[in-house]
């Protein structure tokens, strides 16, 4: 089952006990990677409705982002708790 094409930001950030606006600093981090991680591959979004949602004006960039979560992934078991935790909270 796939999340709502209207994931936001807003919504993951509250998920994770952070603000918005600091997921969407550069400052996001690992966070804001995966907020495009789980917009791409769970909500279905396309690279231009992420990078809006995320304030930013490259496509591209957002898939780099994408495409370093997803090694990040394989390699840390705290970002996958993260996203179980997104995840879950995102499909209740």
């Known amino acids: 089952m796939r999340v709502s094409s209207g994931v936001k930001p807003s919504f993951y950030a509250k998920s994770e006990g952070v603000t918005p606006n600091s997921l969407r ?8 990677r995966l907020a495009a991680w789980i ?3 769970e909500g279905l979004l396309t690279l231009r409705s992420i990078a809006a949602a995320l304030r930013l004006r490259s496509e591209g960039y957002i898939s780099n982002l994408i495409r370093r ?4 992934l394989g390699d840390s078991c ?7 935790l ?5 499909r209740a």
Do not use: Y
Not at 78 to 84: G, M, R
């Open 78 to 84: 705290e970002l996958l708790a993260h996203l179980d």
């Open 86 to 90: 997104a995840v879950a909270t995102l």
């Open 69 to 72: 979560c997803t090694r990040e």
């Open 25 to 32: 600093s550069k400052q996001g981090g690992a966070l804001r």
């Open 39 to 41: 917009g791409w591959n």
